[in-house]
């Protein structure tokens, strides 16, 4: 199992940016894409951005692309998501997850990853 450590999330107001990280302990064969997700009380679970580790092809949800880049860093293990523009909708818990896809039309399917970090929250106020 991967262990996943989160950080950078706040409460910042909309407009404002933020950066979360995450640092995976080792990328093992059985696992090569990581992803962030996000939830909110009362909802679901819901992908925000993913990569495939060491590839340069990057997935968004409609709500985000335009504001969220995610980006890695293989030799220290570790994937950001820069926020720009936030809104109060994006307030919820940021999770990073690895696992293995094998779809690229997958890549933001919470089901298709193994291990998840324990989140951070993000709060952005109006």
């Known amino acids: 199992q991967v262990q996943l450590v989160e950080s950078g999330g706040g409460s910042v107001q909309a407009g404002w940016s933020l950066q979360l990280s995450c640092v995976a302990d080792?990328?093992?064969?059985?696992?090569?894409?990581v992803g962030w997700f996000r939830q909110s009380p009362g909802k679901e679970r819901e992908g925000v951005a993913s990569l495939y580790i060491g590839a340069s092809d990057t997935y968004y949800s409609n709500a985000v692309k335009g504001r969220f880049r995610i980006s890695q860093d293989n030799s220290r293990k570790t994937v950001w998501l820069r926020m720009d523009d936030l809104k109060p909708e994006d307030t919820a818990m940021y999770y990073c997850?690895?696992?293995?896809?094998?779809?690229?039309?997958?890549?933001?399917?919470?089901?298709?990853?193994?291990?998840w970090g324990q989140g951070t929250q993000v709060t952005v106020s109006s």
């Open positions: 997850a690895a696992g293995y896809v094998g779809q690229r039309r997958l890549m933001l399917q919470s089901n298709q990853y193994r291990d």
């Open positions: 080792r990328y093992p064969l059985s696992i090569n894409a």
